[in-house]
C-alpha cells in the first residue's frame, strides 16, 4: 500500500511539473493617431494541469520617443517580469503602446514567453502605425468592437471604438437577437450570457450608415 501511495505522489508530481501555455489574442496591429495609446489585450492559458513560471520580455523596436509596458494580472513593466501559472487556469495580460510624438511613425514591440520548465519559447509582435490628425482630417473616424477573451466559457470583456452614438446588437448564430446595447463614442461593458448556449455568436455594431460585425465563442 506505501509503495501505491508514493508511486501515485510521484506521477502527480510529474504531471504538475510540466506543461505546454497557450497565447490566446484577436490583434495584433493597430493605426492611432499620435499621442494617442495602442492598447492590446490578451490572455496566457496552461490547459493542462501542470505548473509554470514564464519569463516575459519586452523587445522595442520603435522611435526614442515612444514608450511601450506589458501589463500581468499583479504588475505592469516596461522589460521583464515574471508570472507563475497553476493549471488549469488563465491570466489577463496586455501591451501598451504610446507614441509620445506628433510624428507620425511605425513601431513593432515584441513580448516573448520563455517557460523555466519546458523551455518553451513563444512571442507577439505588435505593429502600430501613428498617423497625425491632420492628415486623417479626410478619413472616416474609427470604428471598431472586439471582444476579450475569445472564447470565453462565462463573461467576455465587449470594447468598442466610434466618434458618435452607435448600437451593438448581439446574436445568436441562428440571427435570434440576445441583447442590444446602445453606445456613445467608446467604451466598455460586460457580457453575460446566463441563458445562453456553447456555439458562435455574432456582435453587430452600427453607426449611423457604417456597420461592423465580430464573431465570438461561447465554451460552457
Known sequence: MRKTIMLTT???MVILSYGEFIIHIDSTSAVIYSWEEADFYFYVEVPDRSIDTLDIYLHKDFPE???GTGCTPYECFYEHATLVLVGPDTAEMSAHIIPDSTTPGTGTMAMVFES???GQI???VFDVTAESKVAQSNIPARLDISAYPNPFNSICRI???SDGAGEIIISDNAGKIME???TINSGTFLWNPTNGKSGI???LFITGD???TRKIHLLK
Open 10 to 12: 510521484l506521477l502527480a
Open 65 to 67: 520617443d515612444w514608450s
Open 116 to 118: 523555466r520548465v519546458s
Open 122 to 124: 513563444d512571442s507577439i
Open 159 to 161: 470594447e468598442y471604438f
Open 180 to 182: 442590444s446595447v446602445g
Open 201 to 203: 455568436y455574432y456582435l
Open 210 to 212: 457604417r456597420k461592423i
